[in-house]
């Protein structure tokens, strides 16, 4: 089961990226009610989000066995970077992803919103994949491939490569087996 948390998102984008990773990952998905307030992860200094603090205050959120996803409208970072397009707890149950940068208003272009849709997917299933333990991926083509701008998530896919499909299925697998 995968569950999404709407942080300031629309309930139409949250009920689309839905049926959108469902198949992918051949899981049920589903949008959580809850609002999460983020404001304590808000730096000031920096005006975005720290996401590693918001991944930590979802995990009382997840449920056992299922992935949680927020998807929010905030700027998000780590020290480490100017940005994230997202983060997520690598073989662990949450993850978080980013709309702020996936806008072409962003950038000062006229919105575009089917490419900004597109874009958060395949943030989403990226993020999602951190989660069943999938690392960067060579593949320029695989969404596993990381990517830190919109450029480089433009010219990826929205699926996994051979080798990441497998790894996912073989997580979901022992995942199954130990329920
Ligand atoms: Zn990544
Ligand atoms: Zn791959």
């Known amino acids: 089961m995968i ?3 709407g942080i300031e998102v629309a309930a139409d ?15 049920a998905c589903q949008v959580r009610p809850e609002r999460l307030d983020v404001a304590f992860a808000h730096d000031r200094m920096r005006n975005q989000h ?3 603090a918001i991944l930590q205050a979802m995990q009382p959120l997840a449920e056992s066995g299922a992935r949680l996803l927020a998807v929010t409208s905030v700027d998000l ?5 100017t940005f994230v397009f997202g983060e997520a707890q690598l073989t662990g149950s949450c993850a978080v992803v980013s709309l702020h940068r996936l806008r072409e208003e962003f950038y000062g272009l006229p919105a575009r919103e089917e490419l900004m849709r597109e874009r958060l997917v395949k943030e989403a299933v ?6 069943f333990g999938l690392r960067h991926c ?7 491939t990381s990517s830190h701008g919109v450029e480089r998530l433009d010219v990826k896919g929205a699926g996994f490569c051979v080798l ?3 790894a996912v299925t073989g997580a ?4 199954a087996a130990m329920v």
């Open 3 to 5: 569950h999404l948390l």
């Open 13 to 27: 984008v949250l009920a689309d990226l839905a049926a959108e990773l469902a198949p992918v990952f051949r899981m």
């Open 50 to 52: 720290h996401s590693t």
């Open 77 to 81: 970072y780590v020290p480490v970077l």
């Open 126 to 131: 990226h993020e999602l994949g951190h989660t």
């Open 138 to 144: 060579d593949d320029w083509r695989c969404v596993m």
């Open 164 to 166: 990441c499909g497998r």
């Open 172 to 175: 979901r697998a022992r995942a």
